[in-house]
């Protein structure tokens, strides 16, 4: 069973040739508040994050992957992290880069595969979201996908001079 390859788009493990757009990505302030990122990232940075990506999920405890449609054009990432394989779960976070490709229903089918990929390949009883309240949009996407919203870490990041509320989500999967 293919748990990387959908009808629209696959998922990939990232290459070299990433650098450009993870560069872009990491560097963009606009999603700085859903990364915990403070600072921008070098090239060289980056670099050497790639040169190390190819380590195991077991080994590195996190897992970045590329979401490209079949054209071969690249969406944006899925992330794995936090992976904890005595407790089987780890946490997800997903980045549909372009505004124009949000909505069309890649980063739903990127989900559903990760969600496939935890299941069959790394035998997860859950994956869990730490998602903003105000990101409506990934609320509606992990709600879609069967996540059950079970707490609210109030005043959890200061956003702009203001507290605001994060929301956890988990996807337990029935076995």
């Known amino acids: 069973m293919l748990t990387l390859k959908g009808e629209h788009i696959y998922l990939r493990a990232l290459e070299p040739e990433d650098l450009d757009f993870i560069y872009l990505i990491e ?15 070098s090239r060289f940075l980056i670099k050497q994050y790639l040169e190390n990506a190819h380590q195991d999920i077991y080994e590195a405890k996190q897992l970045r992957l590329v979401i490209c449609d079949n054209d071969e054009s690249t969406l944006g990432l899925i992330d794995l992290f936090d992976f904890n394989p005595v407790h089987n779960r780890v946490g997800v976070g997903i980045l549909i880069a372009e505004e124009e490709n949000r909505g069309k229903g890649y980063g739903k089918e990127a989900l559903e595969l990760i969600a496939k990929y935890g299941q069959t390949h790394l035998r997860l009883h859950q994956l869990y979201a730490n998602i903003s309240e105000q990101n409506i949009g990934s609320i509606k996407l992990f709600e879609k996908q069967g996540f059950e919203k079970i707490g609210v870490k109030k005043d959890w990041n200061l956003v702009n001079g203001k507290y605001t509320n994060e929301l956890l989500y988990q996807l337990i999967y029935v076995h």
């Open 27 to 41: 560097n963009d302030e606009r999603i700085w508040e859903m990364s915990t990122t403070q600072t921008p990232y």
